[in-house]
C-alpha cells in the first residue's frame, strides 16, 4: 500500500503553488489518517508544523519553498514517494519553558530551536543563572541569554557567536547575547538533562521578555528551561543530507 501524504503549506505564493502541484500528483489525505506529513516553506513553517503536530506520531518530511530551509530537503515533484520511504529519521526532545511574569501570570511554551531571553527596555539586562539548582551566575550584564537544542544551534544561537552542537551530542548550549559583564563571558555547554533557571534583577528597571520559537512571555520574572523528554518530534531527511550531516557542515562554511 502506497505511503499516504499529507501536505501542508506556509502562506507564500511559491509554496501554495507546489502544494497544489503535489496534490494533484499524490493526492492528499486527513492530517490524522497521513503517513507522512509534507511541509513546504521554510524553516519557520517547519517549526510551526513540528508543533502543530507534536500530538502525532507521524513523521515530517519538508520541502524547501523558503528562504534557507535548513531543516528541509530540496524540492522537486518526481520520486517523493521513493524519497520519502527512503530518508532517515531524526528524533528531537524540543525544550520547555516555563515563565513567572510581573503581572503574575504564568506561560508554558515548547521550543524545538531556542528559548531567549532578551532585554525589553532601553537598558540592558540584568540576568542571574542557577543550573540545576546550583548558583552559576549570580550577574549577568547583557542583552540577553538563551539556551538553544542541538537542532536550534545553527540558528540564533550561531548568530550570538554560540556553538554548533552535534544532533547526537546530548548537551545544550547556554549562550548570551552582546554580554557586557562578565564581557569575556562566551557561555557554556550544559548536559541535555539539565535544568536551567534564570532570574531577571531589577525587573521594573530593566524589563526582560521571553520567546520559545516565536511564541512570547512578556515582561518576565524568571523562566525555567528544561528537555521535555517526553515529547518527541521525527524529522525526515535525504539520505547523506541529514542533520547530523547537516551541522557538521555548517561548521566548514
Known sequence: MALQLHFAAS???????????LVGIY??????????????????FMLQTLHASQHLTVPVYGMNRGTV???????????????????????????????????GSAREALAINEVALLRAGS??????????GRLR???????????????????????????????????????????????RWRGALLPKRAKVHIEVLEPDKRPVMADADGRPAGNVLS??????????????????HGLEERLIREQFI
Open 123 to 132: 537598558q540592558a539586562a540584568k540576568l542571574s543563572i542557577t543550573v540545576d
Open 137 to 183: 551566575m549570580a550577574e549577568l550584564a547583557c542583552d540577553g541569554v538563551l539556551v538553544a537544542t542541538p537542532a536550534g544551534s545553527t540558528a540564533y544561537n550561531y548568530s550570538a557567536h554560540g556553538p554548533i552542537l552535534p544532533i547526537g551530542s546530548d548537551v545544550l548550549a547556554l549562550t548570551p547575547i552582546a554580554a557586557y559583564r562578565p564581557r
Open 69 to 103: 530551509g535548513f531543516l528541509m530537503n530540496e524540492y522537486a515533484e518526481q520520486g517523493l514517494i521513493e524519497r520519502v520511504e527512503a530518508a532517515e529519521l531524526a528524533v528531537i526532545n524540543p525544550l520547555r519553558m516555563r515563565a513567572r511574569c510581573v503581572d
Open 11 to 21: 502562506g507564500g505564493e511559491l509554496a501554495q503553488r507546489s502544494r497544489a502541484e
Open 223 to 240: 523562566v525555567e528551561i528544561d528537555t521535555a523528554g517526553d515529547i518527541e518530534h521525527r524529522v525526515l531527511f535525504d539520505p547523506g
Open 27 to 44: 493526492g492528499n489525505v486527513p492530517i490524522e489518517e497521513a503517513d507522512v506529513i509534507v511541509a513546504l516553506g521554510g524553516d519557520g
